[in-house]
């Protein structure tokens, strides 16, 4: 019963850290089947997206340094869905006229949505790194792996080698949680492959609602290729480094102010 009570209570805990993602999701439906006037649709979802972060910054869900780092992810995203949709890798194929280079702007939502959840969770279920890597090893392959989907199109596709860098960069690295004052532990890489796969499962609901839509569902919905996993996977993990490395700068600074605070303390 003990188990069942924590495993229901981090559920609950990562379900709260979602909400954005799950706005997403719902509003993706709720505009495919009941069309809305006045608009296109992605003008309205960017509208309701939008919305939707007011709220959560006024009403104190994210804080306004969890904002910083989700409009850095949205623009991250944005310029990747402007290379990819020229590149034609997936497509918006609706109208809008919130629509840059052929993107409509709120799918810079949907990678703001991962930072959401990463710096929610991290918060909710008090997350601490151990073994955590240089900084100059991590800045320069979280850069790599984000270059090479752009890269791959001209060049060779490094992405297993990147994989397979990971895994001897975070070998050692691991995270723990706390549920309900208990602590548990897991060992990094295998929270990037989880996470990863969860977001490849959202990225199917998010095509079958029509969110974007890849070459081969043109003519009908099909489920998205299980090797898009991986680059999923390499996206979580730039996402995950940027957020903890601001989180460790943003900790080295209060450790500098507490140490600042202590040494007025003691010259008074």
Known sequence: MRALKQLVSFGSQQALSCLFPVVIFASLAITQM???PFLPRYDWLLIIFLIMQWWM????????DELKVITLFHLIGLAL????VHMGSWSYPEEGYSKIFGVPLYSGFMYASVASYLCQAWRRIHVELFYWPSFFLVVPLAAAIYLNFFTHHFWVDIRWWLSGLVI???????VTYKVNGTIYRMPLVLSFILIGFFIWIAENIATFFGAWQYPNQT?????VHL????????LVIVSF???ATL???KRGEMHQLDYSFSSLKDVK
């Open 81 to 84: 869905e402007m290379f990819k």
């Open 34 to 36: 009941i069309p809305l």
């Open 219 to 223: 003519d009908a919905w099909s489920l």
């Open 227 to 234: 090797g898009k996993v991986s680059s999923w996977l390499l």
């Open 168 to 174: 001897i960069v975070f070998w050692k690295s691991y």
């Open 241 to 243: 480094l940027i957020v």
């Open 57 to 64: 910054v006024h009403s104190g869900i994210e804080t306004r």
């Open 247 to 249: 989180k460790q700068v």
